[in-house]
């Protein structure tokens, strides 16, 4: 009776795997079919036959940036804009609206094996994935650029910084990311190795949430509702101390959320100044003389703005009990709870996060944190932060957006929604042999220009392991950065810079009012399974995030973070 | 083996009594011609001694960071005048933290940590594991039953993870972790209470105090009880030393004592990626781990020969 059972369910089994493998190629035959007479028939009558996807919103009701993406003919993309958008060309350019082959997503559904093995038009295409072990990638030889240096190269990790240090001066790897602050010496007088400073686009902030009923304090009202207690805290802490002890060279204090290096970063008033005296002052004045009680909360992760959490946390915690009295118990969380929590406004107290940058703008700055659309990281949101905000995001120079981004910042200061605290230098090391070596301020080292003369293989040791390789779908920098071996976006930044070039679409151009922009994509691209880059790639790829009911918005998790955190809702989301 | 202090009186009034010898001298004694378990004693003594004189032997407070206050640097390195360190840097016996914090001051502090939590845990698993172990070996049958295949399910998972999901539902800190550490011990001393509550409780005292009318509770907690404390010091004194340890891995791992709190565990794990550029930070925690633990392993070896009828003749 077993043995008939099983045999059934083995049928049953091979007759649906029979059926898959039937169905499965239908629908990408046919618009392969349809696109093979076009792409031979190029030359003469080339639009006409090409049936180029359009995803449109039917109004800009539902929230989102996007009206429109448009295939208008086989190397044109029209994007259409519901509002005006000077940041669209860093935006778009972001790794996690990388183009990848219509075909291919449709085959995969949207998720399984494209988060293993995305298909995409870099350098490097994946060759096996050993989890919890290595991430190979070897060299595309139909790679439309200079092909890369190596012609294998592998990513590694280890969360211990003493730990990456050591399998770099023992030589089985080339290049590590991060090393620890008290390393830098080390590898600096090590004539083997080079240590290259990482410049410091990000920030370290002391995070409040002001919500007066966030749950821990039913009750009595939370402190930190007070405007003043938050102001008292900002003087409290004397940042200048946090960064000289605990922050590598090339870090320095932060004045402003944003750093100096982005446009309009550091308009209006600088930070308050560290007076404890000032600051007890004000929280008798706030109503409490004696302090009071708190929690501390943040991730025993390593990143460039806070190279050594329990340190800077610690003393955080000794600083507030010394010059404020108040009590801070100290808790450690899980990466991705304490992300979770502090999205939706969960965490009690204080905690400490930072940001670095996708996209040198304003927008995934402050925008990001403080503007309309934020999460509910600091509670309550404040009016003339937001609107400031929003002003600002539409304008198009940078002349004309400075009083606006002005007034958010002194906004900030007066409400004191979080205290910035450092913009962390961060370093990267390789062997003295590696060419090519350097540091990205966005965290995207490319390792196609990076290689060591007469060795095939490059070997790269970073913080963690991906999560998975669909990037549109991760938020990890760990993730991220093996994506962009791979994969590549209509515009992309310069090497070790922040500018965008372009890299799958060969020019780009928008109308007057910024709302319509026009990519003309680069001819002959190869995917790594051998198709052509062509335009309904770019709609399908882009659109699959946008539009929450496409069958393929799947991903990972479905969350699509960055699409909603740059261009806000996604379109038919379901109704909350 | 009981003896009714009124009736002995009565008997060394009327000169019939033998110089009696208790069985508590007896170990003492075989306790002491053990070069080991007085070793372990000496070491032990030593660490009360400091757990209790803290306040007084460290030099700084072991929460403050000094900066600002002392010209001194993060995780610097040990500092003795005697041995020739120059009399115009502050002496730190053993350094500064990765917070500018003296570390010997929190290294003697953390001994009271210590102690602390080897003596409380053991103490509740002891009390919890006794009462269930009586229970269950008393009144056998489905009691016994029941909580036997409660403790073997306890047992059946690794202590260290057991404790880990335990703290990851109550939430990271001291008390979780030492509540935590408290119950997965409590099978073992369940189990050797039960052991020997299964042979005492057949014995002709106790046939004869219930033949007497005595009731449970007296059979059990005067009779049975007392009779079946030998194994369960041997085992207790072994039990802090892994207590101990249990609560330096929590900790090192974040679950346990939370900062600022001079705990070994967590000092050793918040300095683990300077062993190579600060290997004092990581040594003297480990160390003092390791002789906490070596002490108490060594005094509950000794004891349990000590207190080994079997070993009798060797007296």
Not at chain 1, 358 to 387: C, M, R, V, W
Request: some cysteine; charged content about 15%; overall charge negative.
């Amino acid at each position: 009776m077993k043995r008939n059972l099983s045999v059934l369910l083995s049928l049953v089994v091979l007759a649906s795997l029979l059926l898959a493998a039937c169905g499965a190629p239908t629908p990408t035959e046919a618009p392969a079919a349809t696109e093979a007479p076009a792409a031979t028939e190029a030359p003469t009558e080339a639009p006409a036959a090409y049936e180029g996807l359009k995803v449109e919103a039917p109004d800009c009701e539902y929230g989102g940036e996007f009206k429109s993406i448009e295939a208008v003919d086989e190397f044109t993309v029209k994007v259409t804009l519901c509002v005006p958008d000077p940041a669209f060309p860093s935006k778009i350019a972001f790794s996690s609206f990388a183009i990848q082959p219509q075909e291919y997503l449709e085959s995969t559904g949207g998720t399984g094996d494209l988060l293993e093995k995305p298909v995409g038009t870099g350098p490097y295409m994946v060759e096996s994935w050993e989890r919890g072990n290595q991430l190979v990638f070897t060299r595309f030889d139909d790679y439309w650029g200079e092909p890369a240096m190596n012609q294998t190269l592998v990513f590694r990790w280890g969360t211990e910084s003493a730990q990456r240090l050591l399998e770099l001066q023992s030589g089985t790897v080339d290049g590590i990311d991060n090393p620890g602050p008290d390393d830098f010496a080390t590898i600096e007088d090590d004539a083997n190795l080079q240590l290259i400073p990482r410049p410091a686009l990000n920030v370290m902030y002391i995070g409040f949430n002001n919500n007066p009923q966030v749950e821990g304090f039913d009750n009595t009202t939370n402190p930190l509702a007070n405007e003043k207690v938050r102001q008292a805290i900002a003087m409290g802490i004397d940042r200048q101390r946090i960064v000289d002890n605990f922050y590598p060279v090339g870090s320095e204090v932060a004045d402003y959320f944003t750093p100096c290096a982005i446009p309009n970063g550091c308009v209006g008033d600088a930070w308050y100044g560290f007076d404890a005296t000032a600051a007890k002052a004000l929280l008798t004045e706030a109503g409490y003389p004696d302090g009071f009680e708190t929690v501390l909360n943040y991730r025993d992760v390593v990143r460039g703005y806070l190279p050594d959490p329990n340190i800077v946390a610690q003393d955080i915690q000794a600083q507030l009990k010394e010059n404020l009295n108040i009590t801070v118990n100290i808790e450690v969380m899980e990466s991705g709870a304490f992300l979770d929590a502090a999205d939706s406004g969960q965490l009690q107290g204080i905690h400490l996060l930072g940001w670095g940058a996708d996209y040198p703008d304003q927008t995934n700055f402050l925008g990001y944190h403080f503007g309309a659309g934020a999460s509910k990281q600091f509670g309550d949101k404040f009016e003339d932060i937001t609107s400031a905000l929003d002003s600002g995001a539409q304008l198009a120079s940078d002349a004309e957006r400075a009083p606006f981004y002005e007034a958010a910042n002194n906004a900030i200061k007066q409400h004191v929604p979080m205290i910035p605290v450092a913009h962390g230098g961060s370093a990267v090391a390789f062997k003295a042999t590696v060419e090519g070596a350097h540091a990205s301020p966005l965290g995207n080292e490319n390792f196609s220009v990076t290689g060591v003369s007469g060795q095939d293989t490059f070997v790269w040791m970073q913080n963690a392991e991906p999560i998975s390789l669909y990037c549109a779908d991760e938020t990890d920098g760990e993730s991220l950065r093996a994506c962009e071996q791979v994969t590549q976006s209509l515009l992309g930044y310069e090497i070790g810079g922040t500018a965008v070039e372009p890299v799958l679409a060969e020019s780009y151009e928008p109308n007057a009012d910024l709302t319509e922009w026009t990519f003309h994509l680069r001819q002959g691209v190869k995917f790594h399974d051998g198709s052509s880059l062509d335009a309904n790639d770019v709609v399908t790829s882009l659109a699959l995030q946008w539009d929450a009911a496409s069958p393929l918005h799947k991903g990972n998790t479905g969350a699509f973070s960055y699409w909603s955190g740059l261009f806000g809702s996604f379109l038919n989301a379901p109704a909350q | 083996m009981i003896t009714d202090t009124s009736k002995i009186a009565q008997l060394d009034s009327e000169g019939l009594s033998l110089r009696s010898v208790s069985l508590w001298q007896i170990t003492w004694r075989r306790l002491f011609r053990r070069k080991s378990a007085v070793v372990g004693m000496v070491i032990l003594g030593i660490l009360i001694l400091i757990a209790l004189t803290a306040q007084w032997l460290a030099p700084y407070d072991p929460l403050q960071p000094l900066i600002g206050i002392e010209q001194i640097s993060k995780r610097a390195n040990p500092c003795i005048h005697l041995l020739g360190c120059p009399a115009s840097e502050p002496q730190h016996i053993m350094g500064t933290d990765g917070n500018v914090r003296d570390e010997f001051s929190r290294l003697l502090y953390g001994a009271r940590l210590s102690l602390m939590i080897g003596l409380t845990t053991v103490s509740f698993a002891i009390i919890i594991g006794t009462v269930l172990g009586a229970l269950s070996g008393y009144f056998g049958g489905w009691v016994d039953n029941l909580i036997m295949r409660v403790m073997d399910v306890l047992l059946a998972f690794p202590s260290l993870l057991l404790a880990i999901a335990i703290v990851t539902v109550l939430g990271p800190g001291l008390q979780n972790a030492l509540l935590a550490i408290g119950i997965v011990s409590i099978p073992t001393y369940a189990r050797v209470v039960r052991a020997s509550v299964l042979s005492v409780r057949e014995m002709d005292f106790v046939s004869a105090t219930r033949a007497m009318g005595g009731n449970t509770i007296q059979i059990l907690f005067r009779r049975i009880l007392p009779n079946a404390l030998t194994p369960l010091i041997v085992q207790g004194t072994l039990g802090i030393a892994t207590a101990i340890l249990d609560a330096a891995a929590l900790s090192f791992l974040g679950l346990g004592a939370q900062p600022p709190t001079p705990e070994w565990g967590s000092m050793l794990g918040a300095e683990r990626n300077q062993v190579f550029t600060a290997p004092h930070l990581v040594f003297y925690p480990g160390f003092a781990i390791m002789l906490t633990v070596l002490s108490f392993n060594l005094l509950g070896d000794g004891l349990r020969d000590a207190l080994d009828p079997r070993l009798a003749h060797i007296s």
